[in-house]
Antibody, heavy 120, light 110 residues
Framework: EVQLVESGGALVQPGESLRLSCSAS????????MHWVRQAPGKGLVWVSR????????TYADSVKGRFTISRDNAKNTLYLQMNSLRAEDTALYYC?????????????WGQGTQLTVSS | QSALTQPASVSGSPGQSITISCTGT?????????VYWYQQYPGKAPKLMIY???NRPSGVSNRFSGSKSGNTASLTISGLQAEDEADYYC??????????FGTGTKVTVL
């Protein structure tokens, strides 16, 4: 059974840093591109970042570029999101998401999310 | 990257059919046959319902169907059931090699 379990969410102050983790199991982690998607309270889904299966390529939404860094450790089946210079508008539930292996950019498995709250 | 445009809400009676539109541009929906639809219940993670415009993953009811014309994609739910009441999001591959999500549609079963 495919499982994605996020952790690391917390209440932090503006300007602080935090690292989210996502532990994957039930599939060959190193074969899949992975994403982080966030959802602010009562709002829609917003794509944050994507990383290639071997970690060699990453992309970011304009809103987080230069502040967030996505990475992965395929030996540990773990995806990360390092978030620096956090802002109030980064407050959201952060989902770890698996991309399908067929062409395209579909997301077939989602974790349950980890909550980040940025507030003074 | 601007979000794809969806109606905020759509409603229908049990047994009816409803259609949710998803309007993008020639740089996303209009350019690729990589349109996806996700269903999300309150407090739950999204679930993939349609991929590559019109394909259903294993286990998804055939009451759900997708299509695309130009820059607009559509999700149709036929034989509407109470369990279909949820939020629905479209997504598309974009010319920036990134996904873009729709604004989301709340489906209400009357």
């Amino acid at each position: 059974e495919v499982q994605l379990v996020e952790s690391g969410g917390a209440l932090v102050q503006p300007g602080e840093s935090l690292r989210l983790s996502c532990s994957a199991s039930g599939f060959t982690f190193s074969s899949h591109w992975m994403h982080w998607v966030r959802q602010a309270p009562g709002k829609g889904l917003v794509w944050v970042s994507r990383i290639k299966s071997d970690g060699s390529s990453t992309t970011y939404a304009d809103s987080v570029k230069g502040r967030f860094t996505i990475s992965r450790d395929n030996a540990k089946n773990t995806l990360y999101l390092q978030m620096n210079s956090l802002r109030a508008e980064d407050t959201a539930l952060y989902y770890c998401v698996r991309e399908v292996t067929i062409a395209g950019i579909g997301m077939d498995y989602w974790g349950q999310g980890t909550q980040l709250t940025v507030s003074s | 990257q601007s979000a794809l445009t969806q109606p905020a809400s759509v409603s229908g009676s049990p047994g009816q059919s409803i259609t949710i539109s998803c309007t993008g541009t020639s740089s996303d929906v209009g350019a690729y046959n990589y349109v996806y639809w996700y269903q999300q219940y309150p407090g739950k993670a999204p679930k993939l319902m349609i991929y590559d415009v019109s394909n259903r993953p294993s286990g998804v009811s055939n009451r759900f169907s997708g299509s695309k014309s130009g820059n607009t994609a559509s999700l149709t739910i036929s034989g509407l059931q109470a369990e279909d009441e949820a939020d629905y999001y479209c997504s598309s591959y974009s010319s920036r090699s990134t996904p873009v999500f729709g604004t989301g549609t709340k489906v209400t079963v009357l």
